[in-house]
């Protein structure tokens, strides 16, 4: 079979639209900056959008160096990450982790933006997957997102209107697989790299949220749910854990090493 890596996404803030890449550096913790910098509420819990829709008009880019994050009729938010700030004891999900502090002016610009009060804070510690053995940052449970471009078409073939990929948010997405090849591998070599899948992604609120208007529907879940319920869930990719790091690019092709 020959399968080629077609989509590389990277997510800098948590709950913030996704940055389209041609290369990215695969590290343990999944595309570089992954989730690095998330919204709190006061009391650290996170936001994303499935409280917060309007969290999808956020279009965030980082170098590594400075954060920029635009948003559709407020002024362009650039920042430059604090190592010194306050270290908050923060919660994604039921798991515990800790965040750097970013600041009154970052707090103010996002809570002006989204309408609540919430703080922005920087990843900083260690934080283990669940399962799989892995590291993540802020990502809600796993450091990478596999989808096939097959699955996708598969479904919008079901719609009454298609949806665009970003709607599932996915890291990594691969034409070649076939619909829901993704459910059938272990193990995959993108490159030089070579990542584990090793949980179906149970999908949520997010997936019925234009990702350029921040409007909820009802698609696609309630299609999903008509034939993709397992486990008490509506399952739609794979997630996954790196098991060798390195460059990946857009157009490298792909190649199964071991299926369920």
Same mark, same amino acid.
């Given at each position: 079979?020959?399968?080629?890596?077609?989509?590389?996404?990277?997510?800098?803030?948590?709950?913030?639209?996704?940055?389209?890449?041609? /290369?990215?550096?695969?590290?343990?913790?999944?595309?570089?900056?992954?989730?690095?910098?998330?919204?709190?509420?006061?009391?650290?819990?996170?936001?994303?959008?499935?409280?917060?829709?309007?969290?999808?008009?956020?279009?965030?880019?980082?170098?590594?160096?400075?954060?920029?994050?635009?948003?559709?009729?407020?002024?362009?938010?650039?920042?430059?990450?604090?190592?010194?700030?306050?270290?908050?004891?923060?919660?994604?999900?039921?798991?515990?982790?800790?965040?750097?502090?970013?600041?009154?002016?970052?707090?103010?610009?996002?809570?002006?933006?989204?309408?609540?009060?919430?703080?922005?804070?920087?990843?900083? !510690?260690?934080?283990?997957?669940?399962?799989?053995?892995?590291?993540?940052?802020?990502?809600?449970?796993?450091?990478?997102?596999?989808?096939?471009?097959?699955?996708?078409?598969?479904?919008?073939?079901?719609?009454?209107?298609?949806?665009?990929?970003?709607?599932?948010?996915?890291?990594?997405?691969?034409?070649?697989?076939?619909?829901? !090849?993704?459910?059938?591998?272990?193990?995959?070599?993108?490159?030089?790299?070579?990542?584990?899948?090793?949980?179906?992604?149970?999908?949520?609120?997010? /997936?019925?949220?234009?990702?350029?208007?921040?409007?909820?529907?009802?698609?696609?879940?309630? /299609?999903?749910?008509?034939?993709?319920?397992?486990?008490?869930?509506?399952?739609?990719?794979?997630?996954?854990?790196?098991? /060798?790091?390195?460059?990946?690019?857009?157009?490298?092709?792909?190649?199964?090493?071991?299926?369920?």
């Amino acid at each position: 079979m020959t399968a080629t890596l077609t989509e590389l996404n990277v997510y800098p803030l948590k709950g913030g639209r996704g940055t389209a890449l041609r /290369t990215a550096e695969l590290t343990p913790r999944g595309l570089r900056h992954d989730r690095e910098f998330m919204l709190v509420t006061p009391d650290g819990r996170f936001l994303s959008q499935r409280e917060l829709a309007a969290m999808a008009l956020l279009r965030p880019s980082y170098d590594g160096d400075v954060l920029a994050v635009g948003a559709l009729g407020a002024e362009p938010f650039v920042h430059k990450p604090v190592d010194d700030g306050e270290v908050l004891d923060v919660m994604v999900h039921r798991t515990e982790c800790q965040g750097v502090d970013q600041g009154d002016e970052a707090a103010a610009w996002f809570g002006a933006f989204l309408g609540v009060d919430c703080r922005l804070v920087r990843f900083t !510690g260690h934080r283990a997957t669940s399962r799989g053995d892995g590291e993540i940052m802020f990502a809600d449970a796993y450091p990478l997102l596999l989808l096939s471009a097959e699955s996708l078409a598969d479904l919008n073939g079901r719609l009454d209107a298609p949806l665009p990929m970003n709607r599932f948010r996915p890291s990594v997405v691969v034409e070649g697989l076939g619909p829901y !090849g993704e459910d059938a591998v272990r193990t995959l070599r993108i490159g030089e790299t070579v990542i584990e899948a090793v949980k179906p992604c149970a999908r949520c609120l997010v /997936t019925t949220t234009d990702q350029d208007t921040g409007e909820r529907g009802r698609e696609p879940l309630r /299609t999903l749910a008509s034939y993709r319920t397992r486990d008490r869930g509506i399952q739609f990719g794979m997630n996954c854990v790196p098991r /060798t790091t390195g460059t990946i690019a857009v157009g490298d092709p792909v190649e199964i090493l071991e299926t369920l």
